[in-house]
């Protein structure tokens, strides 16, 4: 199957800093990717939906300037936090689909974002 | 708005124990419905689905149903190993073929811890 691969898998950063985290599709040319946040004990949410060489969309209440989505090539979509608050501390996975493998999205390992 | 409910965990049970996780959802069309297994330190990894009212998805001895007249997609395994520990998300996708829009909505997800 696909295989997605999500980098860092945790990550800690200090208030006021940004960080950014790596989605890429290792064997297929991912056409859309998916962001999605998870707090704890509740659902992953998706945030946002972009697709290769367009603006990425973002879900009703996603703050676009704080959550900073690049989707530049096929195969990489980056999501960078920027200017972190300790709220931000959450759970981010990428999903991604296309190409052959259109019929359905695979996931990344998640990113554990902590932010002191 | 679409919204899954599964029964929360965690879940611990003894090798070749009965599983059910419960899932129920409300959504205003005609979802396709899916479990999503996430093994410790993985992504997401698509485990069963159904895109029709009494379609049976299965998989590696997992089965769920799909009930509209309950609105429920419950999952079970006749007898669950050490390997089946996991979280298990439930989830669904408005689109109608389920493979169109990929906006899936998901539970909070059940942890499943089986002990030999």
């Known amino acids: 199957g696909a295989v997605v691969s999500q980098h860092p898998s945790r990550v800690i950063c200090k208030s006021g800093t940004s960080v950014k985290i790596e989605c890429r599709s290792l064997?297929?040319?991912?056409?859309?990717m998916f962001w999605y946040r998870q707090f704890p004990k509740q659902s992953l949410m998706l945030m946002a939906t972009?697709?290769?060489?367009?603006?990425?969309?973002?879900e009703q209440g996603v703050e676009k300037d704080k959550f900073l989505i690049n989707h530049a090539s096929l195969t990489l979509s980056t999501l960078t936090v920027t200017s972190a608050h300790p709220e931000d501390s959450s759970f981010y996975i990428c999903?991604?689909?296309?190409?052959?493998?259109?019929?359905?999205?695979?996931f990344g390992q998640g990113t554990r974002l902590t932010v002191v | 708005g679409d919204s899954v409910t599964q029964m929360e965990g965690p879940v611990t049970l003894s090798e070749e124990a009965f599983l059910t996780i419960n899932c129920t959802y409300t959504?205003?069309?005609?979802?396709?419905l899916f479990w999503y297994v996430q093994y410790p330190g993985e992504g997401l990894q698509l485990l069963l689905k159904?895109?029709?009212?009494?379609d049976k998805g299965s998989n590696k001895g997992f089965e769920a149903t799909y009930r509209k007249e309950t609105t429920s997609f419950h999952l079970e395994k006749g007898s669950v190993q050490v390997s089946d520990s996991a979280v298990y998300f439930c989830?669904?996708?408005?689109?109608?073929?389920?493979?169109?829009?990929?906006?899936?909505?998901f539970g909070k997800g059940t942890k499943l811890s089986v002990i030999p």
């Open positions: 999903s991604a689909r296309g190409g052959s493998f259109n019929t359905e999205a695979f």
């Open positions: 064997d297929f040319q991912a056409t859309t």
């Open positions: 972009s697709n290769e060489g367009s603006k990425a969309t973002y």
């Open positions: 959504a205003t069309g005609y979802p396709s």
């Open positions: 159904a895109t029709k009212a009494d």
């Open positions: 989830a669904l996708s408005d689109g109608d073929s389920g493979a169109g829009s990929y906006q899936l909505t």
